[in-house]
T-cell receptor
């Protein structure tokens, strides 16, 4: 079946511009996660959505980062006034439930380059 | 938080079994052990997970010691396409995220 879809796959932007990254989770998955991975580094948790509950924003690095999930499905991660240190691969994942027995399934990410 | 320790890198001959160890000595009773792998330029791929019992699926087997302080991921017949970074993760019950460490870089050689 269809996996997690992310768009665009690559994004190059100038420092100071805003960017929006999109994630389409697997159909029927109630939990959605955003991570980022800097070059040669591990995954860094950003934000988590579960159904209609308030999102867990504990991983967002600054107030320039925000995310929303409309209708419990598609999610958009927005980065305002981008900085060069924002350059990374932004990964989205979804899971069927929040149960810890429910694996996360990842998309292939959006590679963001801030020039 | 339960932390995992994995070797930085391992080699395996094509066609042989790859056995990837992971130590998680501070794991709690309700925390699952998950394995993912990441091939260059792709997102992490789920492999397998378990709580107490050994698990097997079409990709791999997971062997968890009786005291749950360590586990081994087994790829029974490694192929060149299995070359990747393999992550062992203990899913912490009170957090909503998966904490990825540095993983083990497995290189399958012809």
């Amino acid at each position: 079946g269809a996996g997690v879809s992310q768009s665009p796959s690559n994004k190059v932007t100038e420092k100071g511009k805003d960017v929006e990254l999109r994630c389409d989770p697997i159909s029927g998955h109630t939990a959605l996660y955003w991570y980022r991975q800097s070059l040669g580094q591990g995954l860094e948790f950003l934000i988590y959505f579960q159904g209609n509950s308030a999102p867990d924003k504990s991983g967002l690095p600054s107030d320039r980062f925000s995310a929303e999930r409309t209708g419990g499905s598609v999610s958009t991660l927005t980065i305002q006034r981008t900085q060069q240190e924002d350059s990374a691969v932004y990964l989205c994942a979804s899971s069927r439930t929040v149960n810890y027995n429910s694996p996360l399934h990842f998309g292939n990410g959006t590679r963001l380059t801030v020039t | 938080d339960a932390k995992t320790t994995q070797p930085t890198s391992m080699d395996c001959a094509e066609g042989r079994a790859a056995n990837l160890p992971c130590n998680h000595s501070t794991i709690s009773g309700n925390e699952y052990v998950y394995w993912y792998r990441q091939i260059h330029s792709q997102g992490p791929q789920y492999i397998i997970h378990g709580l107490k019992n050994n698990e097997t699926n079409e990709m791999a087997s997971l062997i968890i010691t009786e005291d749950r302080k360590s586990s081994t991921l087994i790829l029974p017949h490694a192929t060149l396409r299995d070359t990747a970074v393999y992550y062992c993760i203990v899913r912490v019950a009170r957090n909503n995220d998966m904490r990825f460490g540095a993983g083990t870089r497995l290189t399958v050689k012809p």
